[in-house]
Antibody, heavy 118, light 111 residues
Framework: QVQLVQSGAEVKKPGASVKVSCKAS????????ISWVRQAPGQGLEWMGW????????NYAQKLQGRVTMTTDTSTSTAYMELRSLRSDDTAVYYC???????????WGQGTLVTVSS | NFMLTQPHSVSESPGKTVTISCTRS????????VQWYQQRPGSSPTTVIY?????PSGVPDRFSGSIDSSSNSASLTISGLKTEDEADYYC??????????FGGGTKLTVL
């Protein structure tokens, strides 16, 4: 069965960086993309971008351009999302999700809480 | 880019039918597929409708999706409401460059 297992919760100071991992299993990793979606406390879903696990091509939300980098390691079927220059409004649960093209999400990770606080 | 607008909340009684709308601000609703996700408190989202009106296996046929070009909107209809349907529901679509847009979410209360 398809599973996406994310790394654990993080607490970071403003200005720092965070890197969240998402380990996939149960399918051929390079046949799908991985997207990252975040949800601030009590708020809705915000799409951050996605990466093709086949060729590494990326598509980032305009709002996060320059602060976010998405990568994959095909040898371990793991996707990564790094967010830099963290601010308090980056506090959120970060989800990875498997992408079916054009763009829909059929499996989601369990979420990773990132707290940014001084 | 376009926006997807949903009502903040809807409520209905068990056994009744409720419809949640999702209106696209620009461009045709029919030009890109719409998905619907259910999110219960403390859980990750799950798909209840994909490609406008398709139901994943395991989703009851009480859930249905449609699009209406005249109002440029998509709709999620849940019939025979059960208390377990109480959740947040999000519509999602994308543009020609594969940039994704989520609606703001609708809180469904079954009372």
């Amino acid at each position: 069965q398809v599973q996406l297992v994310q790394s654990g919760a993080e607490v970071k100071k403003p200005g720092a960086s965070v890197k969240v991992s998402c380990k996939a299993s149960g399918y051929t990793f390079t046949s799908y993309g991985i997207s990252w979606v975040r949800q601030a406390p009590g708020q809705g879903l915000e799409w951050m971008g996605w990466i093709s696990a086949y060729n590494g091509n990326t598509n980032y939300a305009q709002k996060l351009q320059g602060r976010v980098t998405m990568t994959t390691d095909t040898s371990t079927s793991t996707a990564y999302m790094e967010l830099r220059s963290l601010r308090s409004d980056d506090t959120a649960v970060y989800y990875c999700a498997r992408v079916i093209l054009p763009v829909e999400f059929d499996y989601w990770g369990q979420g990773t809480l990132v707290t940014v606080s001084s | 880019n376009f926006m997807l607008t949903q009502p903040h909340s809807v409520s209905e009684s068990p056994g009744k039918t409720v419809t949640i709308s999702c209106t696209r601000s620009s461009g045709s609703i029919a030009s890109n597929y719409v998905q619907w996700y259910q999110q219960r408190p403390g859980s990750s989202p799950t798909t209840v409708i994909y490609e406008d009106n398709q139901r994943p296996s395991g989703v009851p046929d009480r859930f249905s999706g449609s699009i209406d070009s005249s109002s440029n909107s998509a709709s999620l209809t849940i019939s025979g409401l059960k208390t377990e349907d109480e959740a947040d529901y999000y519509c999602q679509s994308y543009d020609s460059s594969a940039f994704v847009v989520f609606g703001g979410g609708t809180k469904l209360t079954v009372l």
